[in-house]
């Protein structure tokens, strides 16, 4: 699937290309701004978010075409999303992050905590700037990881009270797009950085267990915004200059 500027996304067919549904999310066309593919109850399923705060599930058939399952607005732009088989994680643009019931689309609480009128900076819990990403661990549905600009990725279990809920933090990697990924206890990670931009972390630990040199040349500047790993020997990332790209 593929999300697009004017609030739809397309459903192609992998083994042809060919695009097979259009699907609305944003009333208003506005960006589709993530959008992930996950299975529940053997049903595959696509969840999209929006900037204007939409958050919709699909159920998809590539004959039988997409049909909306549930939808709910969060009155704000959501920069990055994440599904287990029971909830969907979602970053604000007002820094929250936010856990959703998957199967209904219904607010189930927030993870950490943000100055409000409940609450003061001194009682803050979490990031400092904007959030650009969140990922589910693979191995457990209830805990997630999330970074951003402010150089600090939170590893966080959603079942805890949101004050409580961040088991970890390691601090270095500026994550500005969709730069983390996680197999068992190794977090890897893709910073908006000259050089060491892509790292491998022990989520156990906190501790950095290794910069994998991403740029060929001396001169280069690495500046990753996505990386993913591919088996456990592999892993790829992405830059902005497509003849960077490894």
């Not at 996950?38 to 929006?50: M, N």
């Not at 797009?177 to 491998?200: K, P, R, W």
Request: hydrophobic share 35%.
């Amino acid at each position: 699937a593929l999300g697009f500027g004017n609030g739809k996304f397309n459903v192609h067919d992998l083994n042809t290309t060919k695009r097979c549904h259009t699907v609305e999310v944003s009333p208003d066309n506005m960006p589709v701004t993530c959008i992930r593919d996950y299975v529940h109850s053997d049903v595959h399923r696509l969840v999209a978010g929006t900037a204007d705060g939409w958050v919709k599930s699909f159920s998809h058939d590539l004959e039988d075409g997409v049909e909306e399952l549930s939808s709910i607005n969060l009155d704000s732009p959501i920069y990055s999303l994440d599904t287990s088989e029971n909830y969907h994680i979602c970053a604000l643009d007002t820094r929250q992050i936010v856990v959703l019931d998957a199967l209904r689309a219904e607010y189930v609480r927030d993870v950490g905590r943000i100055s409000t009128e409940q609450y003061s900076e001194q009682e803050e819990v979490g990031h400092q700037q904007r959030v650009t990403c969140v990922r589910f661990r693979p191995d457990n549905r209830y805990q997630c990881i999330s970074a951003g600009w402010d150089k600090t990725v939170y590893l966080w279990d959603i079942r805890m009270e949101p004050a409580k809920a961040a088991v970890r933090t390691i601090k270095g990697p500026k994550v500005c797009g969709d730069g983390l990924d996680v197999q068992g206890d190794i977090l890897l990670s893709a910073s908006f950085a000259t050089e060491n931009a892509l790292q491998m972390w022990d989520l156990g630990s906190g501790n950095l267990i290794q910069s994998i040199r991403y740029r060929e040349n001396e001169n280069e500047a690495e500046y990753l915004y996505s990386c993913r790993y591919v088996d456990s020997s592999r892993v790829i990332a992405g830059v902005l200059d497509p003849e960077m790209q490894r």
